[in-house]
């Protein structure tokens, strides 16, 4: 089991920047690989980006390319997403998320309750 808990949300300008960030809790969690994905209301999660267990592989969204970044720190049991040049589209709940590998990320594992960002135009 792993237990995911975001911070670092929040209401920002269109151009800002936020760094969100996911505390990961549990015996095993630095061996697994973590993301975000984000939702709107009425539409269906969608994948953000993804990073494996060591931190060598990274995926991401063509939506969110150049802009987010994402990291980890296992000493700390962390995951990073830092997002620039915000634009309101990026408006939504984010949720981190962990699974055994991106592959597997992708169709779902363990998750975070979310975190509100808002960006305003």
């Known amino acids: 089991q792993v237990q995911l808990v975001e911070s670092g949300g929040g209401l920002v300008q269109a151009g800002g920047s936020l ?13 697994y690989a973590m993301g975000w994905f984000r939702q709107t209301p009425g539409k269906e999660r969608e994948f953000v980006a993804a990073i494996s267990w060591s931190g060598i592989n990274t995926n991401y969204a063509d939506s969110v390319k150049g ?3 994402i990291s980890r720190d296992n000493a700390e049991n962390t995951v990073y997403l830092q997002m620039n040049s915000l634009k ?3 408006t939504a709940v984010y949720y981190c998320a962990a699974a055994f590998s991106i592959v597997a990320l992708k169709s779902g594992g363990y998750w975070g309750q979310g975190t509100q960002v808002t960006v305003s135009s």
């Open 88 to 90: 309101p589209e990026d």
């Open 67 to 69: 802009r987010f970044t």
């Open 19 to 31: 760094r969100l960030s996911c505390a990961a809790s549990g015996r095993t969690a630095s061996s």
